[in-house]
Structures are given as C-alpha cells and as structure tokens.
C-alpha cells in the first residue's frame, strides 16, 4: 500500500488544513457515516488517535470528490484548493477503496470495439483500415 501523501507538505496543504481547521473533513466517503460524531470525522492534525496502532494523526490534502480521489498524485496536486479537503489516513483509505469500487461498478464490461483497430505496440508500419 502506498502510503505517501498525494500532496506534501506545502503551502497547498497548509491553506487546506486551515480551511479544514486541521480538521479531517470526511462526512462519511470513506465509508463509515460518523454520525456519532456529528456527521464529519473528528480526527485533527497532530491529535492522537486511539486506534489504529496509536501515534500522531497526519492529515492528508487530497480530492473532496471521490470522482478524483483516484487521479495520480501528479495530476491532484493540479487541482485548485477548492477541490482539496483534508482526509485522516483512514478516510482516505476507506474513500479511495470506496472510489476504486464505484469505478468498477460503471466501468463498461467490454472494450469498444474501435480497440481493435488500434495498432499494437511496436508493430509499424501500421496497416490502414
Ligand atoms: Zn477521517
Ligand atoms: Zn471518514
């Protein structure tokens, strides 16, 4: 599993983290509806948390939307800070997971055909349809 954070440590998590209030911002994407805690997860930046193993908890800016929740980090680090919100590891995990799952449910079942008109890789010249 990969656990590097999609976005470092930088003036974009800082302006996510304040707008969070340090505050992971899932309202149950990752699955699990936290309503016993008010409906958003109460895990905070630097707090400790219980399970898990224990530790520091580290919050991560990532996609709001689980639409891009799954994009390479690359490409997240190009959204605008709106997009962003602030994710414990666990909700992002869980939301990313949840993301994954979506994704294969409307993915369509077969290629299209226009696939197999495409030249396979390494052989050229291509013949013309
Ligand atoms: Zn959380
Ligand atoms: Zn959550």
């Known amino acids: 599993m990969n656990r590097v954070p999609p976005l470092a440590d930088t003036g974009l998590w800082q302006a996510v983290m304040a707008a969070a209030s340090g505050r992971c911002q899932c309202r149950g994407t990752c699955g699990k509806n936290h309503t016993k805690d008010g409906g958003r997860c109460p895990r905070e930046h630097g707090g400790y948390q219980q399970h898990h193993g224990g530790g520091t908890v580290h ?46 449910a409307t993915a369509p079942a077969t290629a299209p055909d ?11 010249p291509c013949p013309s349809p």
């Open 59 to 104: 919050l991560i800016a990532a996609p709001s939307d689980p639409a891009t929740l799954l994009l390479p980090p690359h490409k997240a680090a190009a959204l605008p800070r709106q997009a962003l919100a602030a994710w414990c590891p666990t909700c992002h995990d869980g939301a990313r997971t949840a993301a994954r799952k979506a994704q294969h």
């Open 114 to 124: 226009s696939l197999f008109d495409l030249c396979p890789p390494g052989r050229t």
